[in-house]
């Protein structure tokens, strides 16, 4: 079974600043992660997805995630905090083949100050 | 524009009340995911339907039901048996069941005990 944990139930950072959410996962098999973002009172929407195709992957608005296998980490960075940013992120896993169930992690709460 | 709604966006139950919370799809997706969410707790799966007349149960599907009768609709019933049903309902759909596949979300159901 896979599971994931999320440093820090709360990350604050000041406008300008550099965002880093940490997310460590563990899986039997080779992982697919996620990473998705959620505002007030909404659904979840998609960042970006690690499928092995490259380890450093790019998603929406600025953000980005590197796969570590060593770490088994997948923490997400964006080099320039804006207001808008400020949200739940949630890091999701599934282990792979015929293992198709997506795990979440327990969110972090991005606050940006200005 | 494609995509997910459900409805209403709240919705009230009194004791020993069955409610239905409304999903329906035009993504022409083939699986639909049904998630609570709780602070704090990150996602949890309900049910899950890869096609028609399909389902299966996720973590937690004690007091709640299902039906998948058409592609594009998963509703879910949280019966008088969950005792405990206030929370953030979420529903989810992908192209297909897989690892790899992105689950797309709906806005969400808030549902609150009278």
């Known amino acids: 079974a896979q599971s994931v944990t999320q440093l820090g139930s709360h990350v604050s950072v000041s406008e300008g600043a550099l965002v880093l959410l940490r997310c460590n996962y563990s899986s039997s098999v080779p992982p697919y992660l996620f990473w998705y973002v959620q505002y007030p009172n909404q659904g979840l929407q998609l960042l970006l997805k690690y499928t092995s195709a490259a380890t450093l992957v790019k998603g929406i608005n600025g953000f980005e995630a590197e796969f570590k296998k060593s770490e088994t980490s997948f923490h997400l960075t964006k080099p320039s905090a804006h207001m808008s940013d400020a949200a739940e992120y949630f890091c999701?896993?599934?282990?792979?083949?015929?293992?198709?169930?997506?795990?979440f992690g327990k969110g972090t709460l991005l606050t940006v100050n200005p | 524009d494609g995509g997910i709604t459900q409805s209403p966006k709240y919705l009230f139950r009194k004791e020993g009340q069955n409610v239905t919370l409304s999903c329906e799809q035009n993504l022409n997706h083939d699986a639909m995911y049904w998630y609570r969410q709780d602070p704090g707790q990150g996602l949890r799966l309900i049910y899950y339907?890869?096609?028609?007349?399909?389902?299966q149960k996720g973590d937690i599907a004690e007091g709640y039901s299902v039906s998948r009768e058409k592609k594009e609709s998963f509703p879910l019933t949280v019966t008088s048996a969950q005792k405990n049903p206030t929370a953030f309902y979420l529903c989810?759909?992908?192209?297909?069941?897989?690892?790899?596949?992105?689950?797309?979300f709906g806005p969400g159901t808030r549902l609150l005990v009278l």
């Open positions: 989810a759909s992908s192209p297909r069941q897989g690892s790899s596949e992105t689950q797309y």
């Open positions: 999701a896993v599934t282990g792979g083949g015929s293992n198709y169930k997506l795990t």
């Open positions: 339907s890869q096609i028609v007349n399909d389902f």
